[in-house]
């Protein structure tokens, strides 16, 4: 018998960190290959790692709440054999043979980086407090003493929740513990945790809220939260909190924007929308205005391509795209996130309506996979839910624009010298100076306006 020690990978090109959520295994605990040990959050999104050995658990390196660095121990394994285990087979070839793993090679499953051992090591690992000397070659991994240890981990079962639920839950002062799910499988849901907040008071404990969420973060639910939570609360600015005020201050501080806006009527949007909802072969789709936003957003671009660009200070070249990864602003548990649709371009009415209802419901549901928010050219972002007539947005890095939608409410428009009851929307582009000027923006935002006040003509021609 030997040991083995799982790295934490890097599950999103580049992302040099993550933090652990929730542990799926115990010390002690017998895996198989491919089984759940643990969720853990990046900048971009909660992923669920799975077993790349087949052995016994032996130590745990850290405690849920904890930053581990990529590349650093995670887990260390009792195998049987050599350290390298069983492992997933990498062979694209169907041989049910294990690849041959080459001596002091760590074997891994797909999609499973190990740490590269002639790389240099610059980092300052924040939980030991030590820097590494530049030019100083990692030839091992370290192994820091166990954090957690057999007697630390307790023994009956975690709750059954998702990630969000288990945030949310965090943020409320709520003990899963204490609940009894009512989702598929005993699941505890959101409105389970609802309940409880609405309930004894002994479901509710005294923890301060230590972490955001996207209506807790800065809003309390009710005026209890206000009269009856911490006088000051401190929130940890990490995961998406983190990235979000990053890329901001990045945007902000590196491109000049600027911005145009319209008004539209969009009575023609909304009677259309109401129409199709009515199709019987229609039943089940998800059309919303978001739906024909986002069509008009990618007709502008192949009208005018520039619109879709951005911009590389480095090479000193403006890269304008013929494609269109379209990303979606996304209100989550876990705060502001921007998924994209790839090729969104390509995706006529029911295929796009489908794609962003599917896109939203993975990013509130915390499952929006790292790959889904990288590569985004065009976006949308969408205050009209929440009442707002119209904002300034900020540009996502390395993007050229982002159009905001406001909320569609009835007001006095006039039509044929006739003051007249309409739908109206304003429509707000937000533009990056440096590559697209005032002429650009101001064409991409009419023909987005005409498209929107009458959709049905670009609909049927694509």
């Given amino acids: 018998m030997s040991e083995a020690t799982f790295l934490l990978p890097d599950v999103g090109e580049g992302l040099t960190e993550a933090e652990i959520v929730e542990w799926k295994v115990q010390v002690g605990d017998v895996v198989t290959l491919n089984q759940a040990l643990v969720d853990i959050e990046t900048a971009k999104a909660v992923v669920e790692l799975p077993s790349p050995y087949a052995g016994t658990v032996v130590t745990l390196h850290g405690q849920v709440g904890d930053v581990i660095d990529v590349h650093q121990p995670l887990i260390t394994f009792e195998v049987g054999g050599d350290a390298t285990a069983t492992t997933a087979s990498t062979s694209v070839a169907s041989s049910t043979q294990e690849p041959a793993v080459g001596e002091g090679r760590q074997a891994v499953l797909i999609g499973y980086g ?3 051992e002639e790389a240099v090591v610059t980092r300052q690992h924040r939980r030991t407090g030590t820097t590494a000397v530049a030019g100083t070659v990692a030839t091992t991994a370290p192994q820091p003493e166990p954090v957690i240890g057999a007697t630390d981990v307790r023994a009956a ?6 990630p969000p639920v288990r945030l949310y839950a965090k943020q409320h002062g709520v003990d899963l513990e204490s609940l009894s799910g009512s989702g598929r499988d005993g699941l505890i849901t959101r409105d389970d945790v609802d309940r409880a907040m609405q309930g004894s008071g002994s479901a509710r404990s005294s923890a301060p809220i230590t ?31 983190r990235s979000m005020a990053e890329a901001m201050v990045q945007s902000a501080f590196s491109a000049p924007h600027a911005a145009a806006w319209v008004r539209v009527d969009a009575t023609r949007t909304i009677d259309l929308l109401a129409s199709l909802k009515e199709q019987p072969n229609l039943a089940g789709v998800r059309l919303s205005p978001l739906t024909i936003m986002a069509l008009a957003v990618c007709d502008a671009a192949r ?16 890269i304008v795209r013929r494609t269109v990864n379209l990303g979606i602003a996304a209100n989550t ?76 409410a009835k ?27 005032g002429a650009m923006a101001s064409a991409v935002l009419a023909h987005i306006g005409r498209f929107v006040n009458d959709p049905a003509p670009a609909i049927i021609a694509g």
């Fill in 411 to 437: 007001a006095p428009w006039v039509v044929d010298d006739e003051v007249v009851v309409r739908h109206v929307v304003e429509l707000t582009l937000a533009f990056d100076h440096r590559q697209i000027d």
């Fill in 157 to 162: 079962p975690a709750p059954r929740s998702t």
């Fill in 211 to 241: 972490g955001p969420t996207a209506t807790s973060r800065f809003v309390g639910r009710d005026l209890e939260s206000w009269s009856t939570g911490p006088k000051e609360e401190r929130i940890p600015v990490k995961g998406v909190l």
């Fill in 114 to 116: 190990v740490a590269n």
């Fill in 333 to 408: 548990p876990r705060g502001l996130i921007v998924p994209n649709l790839k090729r969104a371009d390509q995706l006529e009415l029911v295929a796009m309506a489908s794609a962003l209802t599917a896109l939203v419901d993975k990013a509130r549901q915390g499952t929006t996979t790292p790959a889904e928010m990288l590569g985004t050219t065009l976006t949308i972002t969408n205050v009209g839910p929440f009442g707002v007539d119209a904002a300034i947005p900020i540009l996502p890095p390395g993007t050229g624009a982002i159009l905001c939608v406001g909320q569609i």
């Fill in 303 to 318: 009208h005018y391509p520039g619109i879709n660009s951005s911009f590389d200070a480095a090479a000193g070249e403006v």
